[in-house]
């Protein structure tokens, strides 16, 4: 099993920064990939930013060049680093982890105003 713990977000202006911290516990050996996926009301969750256990990223393109996903293995933290912060990337986001099974946090509120 593996537990997944956000923090970090809240209510920034455009233009502003935020950083996200996904703590991981459990069965982390196990985990292949890492990811980052946000959802607005009435619309599919969608994949923002993920790293591979060999360390690896890709990125949605709506944010490549703003976003940095990142990990810190001794603190068994994922992080989402977002500048220049648009009204547009206002949404809950969620941390992800993928073994054998796929495993989500509770997720965070983001809101960006313009």
């Known amino acids: 099993q593996v537990q997944l713990v956000e923090s970090g977000g809240g209510l920034v202006q455009a233009g502003g920064s935020l950083r996200l911290s996904c703590a991981v516990s459990?069965?982390?050996?196990?985990?292949?990939?890492m990811s980052w996926h946000r959802q607005t009301p009435g619309k599919q969750r969608e994949l923002v930013a993920r790293i591979t256990r060999f360390g690896s990223t890709n990125y949605a393109d709506s944010v490549k060049g703003r976003f940095t996903i990142s990990r810190d293995n001794a603190k068994n933290t994922v992080y989402l680093q977002m500048d220049s912060l648009k009204p547009e990337d206002t949404a809950v986001y969620y941390c992800?982890?993928?073994?054998?099974?796929?495993?989500w946090g509770q997720g965070t509120q983001v809101t960006v105003s313009s």
């Open positions: 992800n982890a993928v073994n054998n099974l796929n495993h």
């Open positions: 459990g069965s982390i050996f196990s985990i292949n990939a």
